[in-house]
């Protein structure tokens, strides 16, 4: 998936999410473009895929058990207009096969 962009990662063209599984928070200045609202829920701020202004990330473990993304298997990006009106929602998944990303400590 080549959405959200990260700068610590390199984005492909696929099913799977690098922010799903990853270890990187706010508080790392990592350049995460993500910020927490509430656990499992983030908020992206910006031109998203579908033409949208900001996108709402939900993080969850099986079903609507929200989970922040480090620990996430599952993610839906809703993608919002300047007038916060749902125009994509879109599906991704842990990759199974990928490290995830972790901070220099």
């Given at each position: ?14 099913i ?8 990187i ?81």
């Amino acid at each position: 998936m080549k959405f959200p962009v990260c700068p610590n990662m390199i984005p492909e063209d696929s099913i799977y999410s690098s922010c799903v599984g990853c270890q990187i928070k706010e508080e790392h200045n990592m350049g995460c473009p993500l910020k927490r609202i509430n656990e499992g829920v983030y908020e992206f701020v910006g031109e998203t895929p579908a033409g949208g202004k900001k996108a709402l990330l939900y993080f969850t473990i099986e079903g609507k058990q929200y989970r922040d993304k480090d620990v996430s298997k599952f993610v839906e990006i809703q993608e919002l207009d300047g007038e916060g009106r749902l125009i994509a929602i879109e599906h991704a998944f842990a990759d199974p096969n990928k490290e995830t990303i972790k901070p220099n400590k």
